[in-house]
């Protein structure tokens, strides 16, 4: 099954995350089938907070991929906040 769902990055103590379409069979930080935004949940004043490619995320929920919780509720919040 193709799931949609976080990746870590980043430094120690300074994590930033890559939102990636992957197979769930496969490792966290493995080979993605596209990387579709990113989340980064320290930044500072102008630092972009998240980033994502609504359109892709809806093409692959469409064919049938699964988001993970915090994926999907980053999504809601991004939505939201894009119709502000």
């Known amino acids: 099954m193709v799931t949609i769902r976080l990746t870590r990055r980043g430094g120690k103590n300074a994590?930033?995350?890559?939102?990636?379409?992957?197979?769930?069979?496969?490792?966290?930080g493995g080979t993605v089938l596209e990387q579709v935004g990113f989340f980064n949940p320290v930044a500072r004043r102008k630092d972009q907070k998240?980033?994502?490619?609504?359109?892709?995320i809806d093409h692959w929920t469409g064919t049938g991929a699964k988001m993970s919780d915090r994926v999907r509720s980053l999504v809601q919040a991004f939505r939201r906040q894009a119709a502000a």
């Open 50 to 56: 998240i980033a994502l490619d609504l359109p892709r």
């Open 15 to 28: 994590p930033f995350y890559h939102v990636v379409v992957t197979d769930s069979r496969k490792r966290q």
